[in-house]
């Protein structure tokens, strides 16, 4: 599709579990950002790629965070041993360098 | 860090009525954006400001850039049901990573027919 693509819609898990999120950009976006959205908040910062390299990780809350772009295109997020403050949507964004942003419709992560 | 301050929270108005919303920081912008987002998508730009006291229309939406960069307000005229949403406004400044936005908490904009 046209737009940026992101899987699952919605994950349910236990908490402590593992869980990857899936980002594939607009084609010939350079940037990719993953930002988190808690329920009633504006999404939050975690961490910029520019082409394959994390520019800017400086969002992600802690180690249990991690995201690669090894080919410069489709992202992962991955998150360790979930807790329920880890539920939120999460949201990648993908643009031409210095230009506008675009969303996809998030991946919702629900920690039970 | 940075932050946004956004104002109201949640507005719940009668169709045709105009409506307006604000956002201010502690902090300078260099851009300033305001993003709408329905339930169950991702935000999508609306309105972006780049020069200070600037004054932008998109449709019926108009948001002007503060003097100080330190503040934008939205308004939104003649509103209509599928003015529906959560309306997010945005700064970004040169010193942050590539296109990094701050982001305010959000004004609910609820049109009743």
């Known amino acids: 599709g046209a737009g940026v693509s992101q899987t699952p819609s919605n994950k349910v898990t236990e908490k402590g579990k593992y869980v990857e999120l899936r980002c594939d950009p607009i084609?010939?976006?350079?940037?990719l950002y993953w930002y988190r959205q808690s329920l009633g908040q504006g999404p939050e910062f975690l961490i910029y790629?520019?082409?394959?390299?994390?520019?800017?990780d400086s969002g992600l809350p802690n180690d249990r965070f991690f995201a690669v772009r090894p080919e410069g295109s489709v992202s992962t997020l991955k998150i360790q041993r979930t807790e329920r403050g880890d539920s939120a949507v999460y949201l990648c964004?993908?643009?031409?360098?210095?230009?506008?942003?675009?969303f996809g419709e998030g991946s919702r992560l629900t920690v039970l | 860090g940075q932050q946004l301050n956004q104002s109201p929270q949640s507005m719940f108005i009668q169709e045709g009525e105009d409506v307006s919303m604000n956002c201010t920081s502690s902090?300078?912008?260099?851009?300033w954006l305001w993003y709408k987002q329905e339930p169950g998508e991702g935000p999508v730009l609306w309105i972006a400001?780049?020069?200070?006291?600037e004054l932008t229309s998109n449709g019926r939406l108009t948001a002007q850039f503060g003097i100080t960069r330190k503040d934008s307000f939205l308004n939104i005229s003649a509103s209509i049901p599928s003015d529906v949403g959560i309306y997010f406004c945005?700064?970004?400044?040169?010193?942050?990573?590539?296109?990094?936005?701050?982001f305010g908490g959000g004004t609910r904009l609820m049109v009743k027919p």
């Open positions: 964004a993908s643009s031409e360098e210095g230009t506008e942003l675009f």
């Open positions: 084609s010939g976006h350079t940037a």
């Open positions: 790629f520019q082409g394959t390299g994390a520019a800017d």
């Open positions: 902090s300078i912008f260099n851009t």
């Open positions: 400001l780049y020069k200070a006291g």
């Open positions: 945005a700064g970004h400044t040169f010193n942050n990573a590539g296109n990094m936005l701050t």
